[in-house]
T-cell receptor, first 113, second 114 residues
Framework: DSGVTQTPKHLITATGQRVTLRCSPRSGDLSVYWYQQSLDQGLQFLIQYYNGEERAKGNILERFSAQQFPDLHSELNLSSLELGDSALYFC????????????FGQGTRLTVV | AQSVTQLGSHVSVSEGALVLLRCNYSSSVPPYLFWYVQYPNQGLQLLLKYTTGATLVKGINGFEAEFKKSETSFHLTKPSAHMSDAAEYFCAVRRIQGAQKLVFGQGTRLTINP
């Protein structure tokens, strides 16, 4: 158990809908990262938050947004869903010191039908 | 920009044989290097990391990796494969300073034959 909790584990929704994925980081970790894992793109970095502020952005679509709340949990919002958004979405957290690693949650498997 | 190339999307070895998973990286400055393992329907678990110091790093489950700057490589090895090692393995790099996002390779699926 990495200490990073993601909910829900599975999500099935229709095209055009909007979903919210939730992540609770490890106790004490200030930094949260979101990654997308798909068969064609592999593991891609989406976005990083540090103590409530956006720190870095990857190839995140405009239809996607995220935030980190004062209690440090984070939510990834995906809207106007398309079939191609079906993927495994991972959250990771770290202390965000120079040489520390990120710990990953078990992911949310999103299926868009 | 950083990138990672894992040679071989599938590797198959016999139980008890040497495991060698190859990883080469491209980075304008020496990065931090990681190997993660993903078991079916699981998240990513850190096997080992190289940040500074000794270039041969030991990880969990008997795995080790050697950072070779001249070859820009960070290959993962295990002397004797076990059935429980069957999983997908990802090599990743991260900048020492600045953005702390991980850049992953495409992954290598390791199959262990009895």
């Amino acid at each position: 158990d990495s200490g990073v909790t993601q909910t829900p584990k599975h999500l099935i929704t229709a095209t055009g809908q909007r979903v919210t994925l939730r992540c609770s980081p490890r106790s004490g970790d200030l930094s949260v990262y979101w990654y997308q894992q798909s068969l064609d793109q592999g593991l891609q970095f989406l976005i990083q938050y540090y103590n409530g502020e956006e720190r870095a952005k990857g190839n995140i679509l405009e239809r996607f947004s995220a935030q980190q709340f004062p209690d440090l949990h984070s939510e990834l919002n995906l809207s106007s869903l398309e079939l191609g958004d079906s993927a495994l979405y991972f959250c990771a957290s770290s202390v965000a010191s120079v040489n520390t690693e990120a710990f990953f949650g078990q992911g949310t498997r999103l299926t868009v039908v | 920009a950083q990138s990672v190339t894992q040679l071989g999307s599938h590797v198959s070895v016999s139980e008890g044989a040497l495991v060698l998973l190859r990883c080469n990286y491209s980075s304008s400055v020496p990065p931090y290097l990681f190997w993660y393992v993903q078991y079916p329907n699981q998240g990513l678990q850190l096997l080992l990391k190289y940040t500074t110091g000794a270039t041969l790093v030991k990880g969990i489950n008997g795995f080790e990796a050697e950072f070779k700057k001249s070859e820009t490589s960070f290959h993962l090895t295990k002397p004797s494969a076990h059935m429980s090692d069957a999983a997908e393995y990802f090599c990743a790099v991260r900048r020492i300073q600045g953005a702390q996002k991980l850049v992953f390779g495409q992954g290598t699926r390791l199959t262990i034959n009895p």
